[in-house]
């Protein structure tokens, strides 16, 4: 994976056109200044639809509001 990079003044005439070229090729771009990284552009991760997200996460017990078998005194 390289790592490109560009001058600040480049990267403040060019901004948009680069925000597209890194969500495409979803390759970070560092910003320098002076030939020194300041900033880096990263692309964002696919967002995971939240419709069946959690399936498979949920473990079924049993009926948990049932009555238990033995009795019970509360005064005791």
């Known amino acids: 994976m390289?790592?490109?990079s560009i001058g600040a003044g480049d990267f403040k005439a060019?901004?948009?056109k680069l925000l597209d070229e890194v969500a495409a090729s979803k390759e970070p771009l560092t910003i320098t200044k002076h030939g020194k990284p300041v900033a880096r552009l990263v692309p964002i991760a696919d967002e995971t639809p939240l419709f069946g997200a959690?399936?498979?996460s949920v473990l079924y017990e049993g009926d948990i509001i049932a009555p238990l078998d033995n009795d019970w005194d509360a005064t005791q």
Request: charged share 10%.
């Open 2 to 4: 390289a790592i490109h």
């Open 54 to 56: 959690l399936q498979g």
């Open 14 to 16: 060019k901004c948009l």
